[in-house]
T-cell receptor, first 113, second 111 residues
Framework: EAQVTQNPRYLITVTGKKLTVTCSQN?????MSWYRQDPGLGLRQIYY???????DKGDVPEGYKVSRKEKRNFPLILESPSPNQTSLYFC????????????FGPGTRLTVL | RKEVEQDPGPFNVPEGATVAFNCTYSNSASQSFFWYRQDCRKEPKLLMSVYSSGNEDGRFTAQLNRASQYISLLIRDSKLSDSATYLCVVRRDTGRRALTFGSGTRLQVQP
């Protein structure tokens, strides 16, 4: 089944404790992206990657890192999480940057205490 | 000003009603337009693209007005299963970031 998977789905952590949210897609998509969704603000892009080893900042990159060592994986790293990073996070992929449809993972609900 | 603006709702309508949502965008360089649907606590999924000439997919009709910079979604004969949040999405072909999402309009269809 073609899909985007994320892990963990739910995470409660404390300020300053490094964490990684994994994202994997099995559709051989070139373009991958991370979003956060907050009430009233919609989905905001954190980072994106147009292909292996090519990543760039989105609208809200502060406090996050990403890597794209393999085409299928695009982990999101929070080196020192803070409470303002409490949010719902979605990973998404599409065939390439200009392709119309983005496929989203099921989301990761993160709470930073 | 937000790049994509939507009325958050909620729109509460009875089954069988026709309901319409509008969305405005501020960047005249926007080239492509979409409606995504998001069920509660789930991931967004593409509902339909919006073409300049307008397009229809079953009970759903999408229209684009470039002069006034707004997009609309019309749902006819609403079903309970249409209850969701509808996200207006635009893409600028300039720049490398793919899509800009509105914060969504919530629809609740009642029996």
């Amino acid at each position: 089944e073609a899909q985007v998977t994320q892990n963990p789905r739910y995470l409660i952590t404390v300020t300053g404790k490094k964490l990684t949210v994994t994202c994997s897609q099995n559709m051989n998509h070139e373009y991958m992206s991370w979003y956060r969704q907050d009430p009233g603000l919609g989905l905001r892009q954190i980072y994106y990657s147009m292909n292996v080893e090519v990543t760039d900042k989105g609208d809200v990159p502060e406090g996050y890192k990403v890597s794209r060592k393999e085409k299928r994986n695009f982990p999101l790293i929070l080196e020192s999480p803070s409470p303002n990073q409490t949010s719902l996070y979605f990973c998404a992929s599409s065939l390439f940057l200009q392709h119309n449809e983005q496929f989203f993972g099921p989301g990761t609900r993160l709470t930073v205490l | 000003r937000k790049e994509v603006e939507q009325d958050p709702g909620p729109f509460n309508v009875p089954e069988g009603a026709t309901v319409a949502f509008n969305c405005t965008y501020s960047n005249s360089a926007s080239q492509s337009f979409f409606w995504y649907r998001q069920d509660c606590r789930k991931e967004p999924k593409l509902l339909m693209s919006v073409y300049s000439s307008g397009n229809e997919d079953g009970r759903f009709t999408a229209q684009l007005n470039r002069a006034s910079q707004y997009i609309s979604l019309l749902i006819r004969d609403s079903k309970l299963s249409d209850s969701a949040t509808y996200l207006c999405v635009v893409r600028r072909d300039t720049g490398r970031r793919a899509l800009t999402f509105g914060s969504g309009t919530r629809l609740q269809v009642q029996p």
